[in-house]
């Protein structure tokens, strides 16, 4: 019977043991299994961060493309409206001229000599030098806008 007692005995220290296993693994489990839920948000939050992202750089990417359509929109306006200026600008000259040559005839056939002949050349040469520094201006302008 001692053995008996001895055999009861033993079994008796290894439920003892085994709990506390089961204790120890238990904290180690929940802390497992917090570890992986606090995991997956994370993962979940990044994937999350990263659609945020993608879509950001979708909207910045078609109002970037908006920007250009409106800047090239406007500048062929912008040289239209400078060709546009760039012929009137001929044609006030040609009215001019005209004009001149008109009150010159007049003067002549009223019997006054025209003395501004020679300040006539001045003038042109004047006008013809202010054309080109304005022609001169507007083509920088336009390679300026050309390379943006």
Do not use: C
């Not at 306006?77 to 400078?82: I, P, Q």
């Amino acid at each position: 019977m001692a053995d008996q007692t001895t055999d009861s005995t033993s079994p008796a220290p290894l439920v003892s043991t085994s709990s506390p296993k089961k204790e120890v693994s238990n904290p180690v489990d929940s802390k497992l299994t917090e570890l992986s839920e606090s995991r997956a948000e994370l993962l979940n939050r990044i994937q999350n961060l990263k659609q945020d992202l993608q879509s950001w750089r979708g909207k910045l990417d078609t109002q970037v493309q908006v920007y250009r359509e409106e800047l090239s929109g406007l500048k062929k306006t912008l040289n239209l409206e400078v060709e546009q200026l760039r012929e009137e600008f001929k044609d006030l000259k040609t009215t001019l001229n005209q004009q001149q040559d008109d009150v010159s005839a007049s003067l002549k056939s009223l019997g006054l000599q025209d003395n501004s002949k020679d300040s006539e050349g001045q003038m042109d040469k004047k006008s013809e030098a202010k054309e080109e520094e304005v022609e001169a201006r507007l083509s920088d302008e336009n390679a300026k806008e050309s390379e943006h």
